[in-house]
């Protein structure tokens, strides 16, 4: 069973940063892809940024360049969001998952087996 933890979230000024942290553990040897995704209600999950765990090769979201950068640390057990020039849009739910498998679409959320519970990102003007 795989494990997942998110935190950093929190309430910001618009142009500020934050980095998310996501701490898994259980089988993750299992995994292959590890990503950030991000929801506000009403919406579907929004696929922002992943990296392919071996390699630490990441793919963005083109609503996201440039400003979101992910990463994992060496014994790639912490997965990590650094969001720099925060905008109010940004305001969200982010949430951390992992794959099984290949994913066809590397920021499909439903290739994604494992998620945490979340962590809320509030942006205010």
């Known amino acids: 069973l795989v494990k997942l933890v998110e935190s950093g979230g929190g309430s910001v000024q618009a142009g500020g940063s934050l980095r998310l942290s996501c701490e898994f553990s259980?089988?993750?040897?299992?995994?292959?892809?590890m990503g950030w995704f991000r929801q506000v209600p009403g919406k579907e999950r929004e696929g922002i940024a992943t990296v392919y765990r071996e390699t630490g090769n990441p793919t963005y979201a083109d609503s996201v360049k440039g400003r979101f950068t992910i990463s994992q640390d060496s014994e790639q057990k912490t997965l990590y969001l650094h969001i720099k020039n925060l905008k109010v849009e940004d305001t969200a739910m982010y949430y951390c998952?992992?794959?099984?498998?290949?994913?066809?679409?590397?920021?499909?959320?439903?290739?994604?087996?494992?998620w945490g519970q979340g962590t809320q990102v509030t942006v205010s003007s």
């Open positions: 259980g089988f993750i040897e299992d995994t292959y892809y």
């Open positions: 998952a992992a794959a099984r498998s290949y994913p066809i679409d590397l920021l499909g959320a439903t290739y994604y087996a494992y």
